[in-house]
């Protein structure tokens, strides 16, 4: 089992900067891929970026690609994920997920194994 703390949302300007940490804990002698998915009110949850667990392979969702960059810390057991020029529409709750196997779709929530309770970013215009 893995446990996930997702910090560091709450209120942004737009144009601003934004960093979001995900901590992980239990057994994390395992690897694991890492995303990051949002949902809004009355929305679907959506892919936002993934990590591979050797930290070689990322992607992002084509919206906000160039604002995003995802990035762990395997000493802290953390992965983070930073926004620059936050826009109105990025406003959802962000959550972390960890898999465990390689093989899936890594835009996909059925992919992940484990969960955050998620983290609110309201982007203020």
């Known amino acids: 089992q893995v446990q996930l703390v997702e910090s560091g949302g709450g209120l942004v300007q737009a144009g601003g900067s934004l960093r979001l940490s995900c901590a992980a804990s239990?057994?994390?002698?395992?690897?694991?891929?890492m995303g990051w998915f949002r949902q809004a009110p009355g929305k679907e949850r959506e892919f936002v970026a993934a990590?591979?667990?050797?930290?070689?392979?990322?992607y992002y969702v084509d919206s906000m690609k160039g604002r995003l960059t995802i990035s762990r810390d395997n000493a802290k057991n953390t992965v983070y994920l930073q926004s620059a020029s936050p826009r109105p529409e990025d406003t959802a709750v962000y959550l972390c997920?960890?898999?465990?196997?390689?093989?899936?779709?890594?835009?996909?929530?059925?992919?992940?194994?484990?969960w955050g309770q998620g983290t609110q970013v309201t982007v203020s215009s």
């Open positions: 997920a960890a898999r465990s196997s390689r093989f899936g779709n890594w835009y996909s929530t059925y992919a992940y194994d484990y």
């Open positions: 239990g057994r994390t002698g395992s690897t694991y891929d």
């Open positions: 990590l591979s667990r050797s930290g070689s392979s990322t």
